[in-house]
């Protein structure tokens, strides 16, 4: 079973259209992120969210808005798409603690708004 | 500017060389970790190393970390074709709970 499964993988959209990315993790963690990552294979952080709480806000338009129904999910949610929201989107979760915060990624779900 | 800077940008040996792979950072740290990344997936945990370590081993992979210099090095040893992926230093910065990428390495190792 995959530990942090996200849906769609590929999505293929127009700008201005709204879409959601899903997230969910069966590993018991307690943090979740969401990541960008861009054409150069630059890896960014955009959100953050530990116990349905937000704690990381990356400065990021609020066209996206994520939502934690529970620990278990986070979904990404992007309004009025443009184009410069084409991007890989990564999802991925932690447990944080004093041995080191090592993050599980799922495998990506691939943006491109046309 | 990024807090993890990896280089080279992109390396290409032959199967049975060693790969070195650098990441250089800015801040303090509470540990580093190293990512890997196969074309079209997603990133795969490789090692961490806290800030009071110097060195650790894992199978075929040995990390350094020389906080005095705000670096760490990535050793492959005796690769393999299928060690061709992308490679991320990550720091886990200290009171952020967030970890900060690099901008990769871009590994090809050739049969």
């Known amino acids: 079973d995959t530990a942090v499964s996200q849906t769609p993988k590929y999505l293929v959209t127009q700008m201005g259209n709204d879409k959601s990315i899903k997230c969910e993790q069966n590993l018991g963690h307690d943090t979740m992120y969401w990541y960008k990552q861009d054409s150069k294979k630059f890896l960014k952080i955009m959100f953050s969210?530990?116990?349905?709480?937000?704690?990381i806000n990356e400065t990021v338009p609020n066209r996206f808005s994520p939502k934690s129904p529970d620990k278990a999910h986070l979904n990404l949610h992007i309004n009025s798409l443009e184009l410069g929201d084409s991007a890989v989107y990564f999802c991925a979760s932690t447990t944080i603690d004093n041995s080191g915060n090592t993050i599980y990624f799922g495998e990506g779900s691939w943006l491109t708004v046309v | 500017s990024q807090q993890g800077e990896e280089d080279p940008q992109a390396l290409s040996i032959q199967e049975g060389e060693n790969a070195t792979m650098n990441c250089s950072y800015k801040t303090s740290i509470n540990n580093l970790q190293w990512y890997r990344q196969n074309s079209g997936r997603g990133l795969v945990h490789l090692i961490l190393i806290r800030s009071n370590e110097r060195e650790k081993h894992s199978g075929r992979l040995r990390v350094t970390l020389d906080t005095s210099k705000k670096s760490s090095s990535l050793l492959i040893t005796a690769s393999r074709a299928a060690d061709t992926a992308s490679y991320f230093c990550?720091?886990?910065?200290?009171?952020?709970?967030?970890?900060?990428f690099g901008a990769g390495t871009r590994l090809a190792v050739h049969p």
């Open positions: 969210y530990n116990n349905k709480e937000l704690i």
């Open positions: 990550a720091t886990d910065i200290s009171g952020y709970n967030k970890l900060i």
